[in-house]
Every structure is written in structure tokens, then in C-alpha cells.
């Protein structure tokens, strides 16, 4: 979630509320966040010296309003540059194309694409071959029947990094 507050700190500089609120509006299909975690994020961003805030007075009632410092958005570049693992594949695909505009160069881009492409395979290809080795098994009928729906979860796990490869591929098609 750090990450992703960076992210949103690059496009201005906003109050808790205001991340909240850029969460729920632009964010909520790819990543959760309460308002806990949101503040425990902006906490540990703070301490790690990747954001700083600023004081107002406005109605009578403090606000702090958070900006990114250049140490957070190296940071940040890092994290987008990195290559992705794949714990939490889908979410970190989705929320470094949210913030692709955000990198200037075209390789730079279809790098960051590529290794995308590339995991994702990789996780299709390995789930493929499961789903071929389970499906190859000798079982009993109660055996068959109670595994049949956790073998169409797995096909749906095929299905969906399928569509994403191509979703990808369509992706680095238009930054071309």
C-alpha cells in the first residue's frame, strides 16, 4: 500500500481525507484500504523519510497535507521498475499500469510491461501444468465428485492469467 500512496502523492499533494477519498474513487477495484491502513501506511512513510506534511489552519481545525520528497520518489520509481513476484500478482500488475503515466521513457515502459508478461506466463504455464497433472489422476467417483469444483477453480486460474496475458499483450501493442 506504501507504494500506492506514493503514487498518489505524485499526482499532488493531499490531506488523509483526500487520500482516502483518491482510494475509494480511482483505487477501489485494485486495492482495498481502510482508513486504519491508510494511516498506518502514511505513518511508516513518514518514519521511512519518503513523505513530509505540512500544517494549515482552515475553519478553525488543523490539517495535515502530505507531499512526496525526492527520496520517496526514487522510491517509488524503484518499486515500478522492480520486478514483480508473484505474491499478490494480480494487484501489483493493476496498480503499476494505474501509475504508468508516470514513467517518461517508451523502453522504460515496455520493460516494465515485458516483465509483466513474462510472470504472468510463467504462473499461467505452472497452473496449466497442474491443471493437466490433476486432471490426469485415476479417482474414485466420490473422490471425482468432491474435487470436481476445486479442479474449476484451477481451470478459472488458467482462464483468468490467460486473459490477462492478452490483456497485457494488447497493453505493449499500443505503446508501440
Known amino acids: 500500500m506504501e507504494y500506492i500512496v506514493l503514487g498518489i502523492l505524485l499526482y499532488k499533494d493531499m490531506t488523509i481525507y483526500e487520500l482516502n477519498t483518491a482510494f475509494k474513487k480511482g483505487l477501489f477495484l485494485i ?8 494511516q498506518n501506511a502514511v505513518k511508516k512513510l513518514l518514519k521511512k523519510d519518503y513523505i513530509f506534511f505540512r500544517e494549515t489552519v482552515e475553519n478553525g481545525r488543523n490539517k495535515k497535507i502530505y507531499q512526496i520528497n525526492a527520496i520517496g520518489e526514487k522510491c517509488f520509481y524503484d518499486w515500478m521498475s522492480a520486478e514483480i513476484t508473484e505474491n499478490k500478482l494480480e494487484t501489483t500488475i493493476l496498480s503499476k499500469i494505474y501509475f ?5 521513457e517508451k523502453e522504460d515502459k515496455l520493460k516494465i510491461i515485458d516483465d509483466m508478461i513474462q510472470k504472468t506466463e510463467e504462473v499461467r504455464d505452472g497452473l496449466s501444468a497442474y491443471y493437466k497433472q490433476i486432471t490426469a ?9 468432491i474435487g470436481k469444483y476445486q479442479i474449476k477453480t484451477l481451470d478459472y486460474g488458467v482462464m483468468s492469467h490467460e486473459v490477462a496475458v492478452e ?10
Open 31 to 38: 486495492y482495498s484500504a481502510s482508513y486504519g491502513s491508510l
Open 100 to 104: 504508468l503515466g508516470f514513467i517518461k
Open 137 to 145: 489422476l485415476e479417482l474414485s467417483d466420490k473422490e471425482r465428485e
Open 167 to 176: 490483456w497485457l499483450y494488447k497493453l505493449r501493442d499500443e505503446i508501440i
